[in-house]
C-alpha cells in the first residue's frame, strides 16, 4: 500500500514538473503579453509538485503525536475536545460552559498519535 502510494506521488510530482517546464517552454517560444502569466503558472506548477512531493512522500514516515484536552462540565453532560493549549491541568476551571453555564473543567489530557497513510 505503502510503496504504490508513493510511486503515485511521485508520478503526479513528476507529472507536475513535467507540465512546468512545457509552460516554461511556451512562455519563453511565444512572444506575448500572456507568456508572463504562463510562466507564472509553470512557476506555480513547479512549487505544487514540490509540494506534493515533501509533504506526500516525506511526512508520513513521522507519526505526528498531538495531545488533546477533554473538556467537560460540572452541571450538564457537555462534553468537547480541543488541541491542548498550554498551562491546561486536569481539573482546571475553565468558566461558564457554553451549553448550562455551568463551570466548565478540565476532564483530561491525553495524546494520541496519527499514522498518516
Ligand atoms: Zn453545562
Redesign the pocket.
Known amino acids: 500500500m505503502e510503496a504504490n502510494r508513493r510511486s503515485k506521488i511521485s508520478i503526479i510530482s513528476m507529472i507536475l514538473t513535467m507540465g512546468a517546464f512545457i509552460l516554461f517552454l511556451i512562455a519563453t517560444v511565444i512572444n506575448h503579453s500572456y507568456s508572463q502569466i504562463i510562466m507564472f503558472g509553470g512557476l506555480a506548477l513547479l512549487l505544487a509538485s514540490w509540494a506534493i512531493f515533501f509533504f506526500g512522500y516525506k511526512q508520513p514516515q513521522i507519526p505526528i503525536e498531538r495531545v488533546l484536552t477533554i473538556i467537560g462540565?460540572?452541571?450538564?453532560d457537555?462534553k468537547e475536545e480541543r488541541q491542548f493549549m498550554e498551562g491546561d491541568y486536569i481539573f482546571k476551571e475553565l468558566g461558564p460552559?457554553?451549553?448550562?453555564?455551568?463551570l466548565?473543567y478540565i476532564m483530561g489530557i491525553y495524546s494520541v498519535t496519527i499514522k498518516k497513510e
Not at 73 to 76: A, D, Q
Not at 97 to 102: A, R, V
Open positions: 462540565c460540572k452541571n450538564c457537555y460552559c457554553k451549553k448550562c453555564s455551568g466548565s
